[in-house]
């Protein structure tokens, strides 16, 4: 099975990276699983499912977090 297939949102990924997460509002964001778990924590709601993201589009995530958390503000102009 791929990664790129959808798994239940009680069954956790056996990696650490960026997915595509869907909400049980319908709602979908990319966001991170990490040592703590999905990070934010899951203040929008119980996720309904999630999968992995294309490799290509997983390092331009990592890379945008990466420039964010060290340039801050400097990225916003």
């Known amino acids: 099975m791929p990664e790129t297939d ?5 069954t956790l990924p056996d990696r650490q990276g960026y997915f595509e997460v869907e909400f049980e509002t ?9 040592m ?4 934010p924590e899951q203040d929008r709601g119980p996720i309904k ?6 490799p290509t589009i997983e390092a331009a995530e990592m890379q ?7 340039n801050g503000d400097t990225l916003m102009g």
Not at 6 to 10: A, I, Q, S
Not at 49 to 54: A, K, M, S
Not at 64 to 70: C, I
């Open 6 to 10: 959808w798994f239940p949102g009680g």
């Open 26 to 34: 319908g709602e979908t964001e990319i966001t991170r699983y990490g």
């Open 36 to 39: 703590l778990g999905w990070e």
């Open 49 to 54: 499912r999630w999968r992995g993201l294309d």
């Open 64 to 70: 945008r977090e990466s420039a964010v958390r060290n």
